[in-house]
């Protein structure tokens, strides 16, 4: 783990350098606190900070106050090294952000012990930040597919029907459907149809832009949202279609053919007054008309 060193004193620079590495940590040493805030500004910056309170141009006080003004889920932990003794002092220093607060001159084992709590406390709140973003993902995305789960492709497309009015852009919305789908499940099984959808949604997402949304709108039906001229919008969806319909879908020794139907509708800020379900209302119609001309089509609603 890195560990940041800020002390304006050249011996206790080099003296707390020697005895991190000592204690397992990589340490990175600056003089003062306006060279250790450049360095907290670098990518993968140090999160654990044994910082000098008394240093020019920038306190560690000042530092701090600075550090604790960003809003950062993954918070540095700080520990000031001071002279000062006074429980008044300790009381300020640990008011302006510090997590903890050692005198000098220092013992070394007590200083090792206050590091090493630093970083259980940092592993402690990287796991916890892990553990909210796992629950973060499950509650918006799809379990079998990974694709956003209809709530969120809903919030999603409410979001981007906001954002293209104020940009003036166009939207588009798909809605795109597994063609026979009934047949494979019934032909080969459900583990099979859960193989197949899964496949159709890594090819879908590997045609569209990474900006692009997809969410599995129930069953084996899929909805895309995406920005893109009625033109664009229906070449792309070719490409969707192609990519599932050229390359046959195996699984367990078998293989088989699937081919998708999708509509889709543009909503035209200038002009479009038409809002979330009666835009998803559209492109199911022409989703329909897909099917009735004979499935493995594309129809511009």
Not at 34 to 55: T, V
Not at 150 to 167: D, K, P, T, V
Not at 171 to 199: P, S, T, W
Not at 214 to 226: D, H, I, M, Q, T
Request: charged share 25%.
């Amino acid at each position: 783990m890195k560990l940041l060193i800020a002390d304006d004193d050249l011996t206790s620079r080099i003296l707390l350098e020697n005895l991190s590495r000592k204690w397992g940590f990589d340490p990175i040493t600056v003089e003062d606190g306006e060279a250790a805030w450049g360095e907290l500004q670098k990518e993968n910056a140090p999160r654990l900070l044994l910082i000098d309170w008394e240093m020019p141009r920038l306190t560690g006080l000042g530092l701090c106050q600075r550090i604790r003004r960003e809003v950062d889920s993954n918070p540095a932990y700080i520990i000031l090294l001071t002279s000062r003794t006074e429980t008044i002092d300790v009381v300020t220093g640990l008011g302006v952000g510090a997590n903890d607060y050692v005198t000098k001159p220092f013992n070394n084992v007590e200083l090792q012990a206050r590091v090493q709590v630093g970083r259980r406390m940092l592993n402690l709140q990287h796991e916890l930040n892990e553990a909210k973003e796992k629950l973060a993902f499950q509650a918006s995305h799809d379990v079998m597919t990974g694709l956003l789960n209809r709530r969120a492709i809903m919030e999603g497309l409410g979001n981007e029907i906001s954002r293209a009015s104020r940009q003036k852009q166009t939207l588009c919305i798909a809605m795109c459907d597994i063609d026979f789908f009934k047949k494979i499940n019934d032909g080969y099984g459900h583990l099979m149809g859960d193989q197949v959808i899964r496949e159709v949604s890594q090819r879908i997402t590997s045609i569209l832009r990474p900006y692009d949304l997809a969410g599995r709108y129930g069953g084996e039906e899929f909805l895309l949202v995406f920005n893109a001229s009625k033109e664009d919008a229906y070449a792309l969806l070719e490409r969707v279609r192609l990519a599932i319909a050229n390359s046959p879908f195996d699984y367990e020794n078998n293989s088989i053919n699937v081919t998708i139907s999708s509509g889709v509708t543009a909503f035209f800020p200038a002009t479009d007054d038409r809002q979330t379900q009666v835009l998803i209302d559209c492109a199911d119609k022409a989703l329909y008309q897909a099917k009735e001309n004979g499935r493995n089509k594309v129809v511009l609603g």
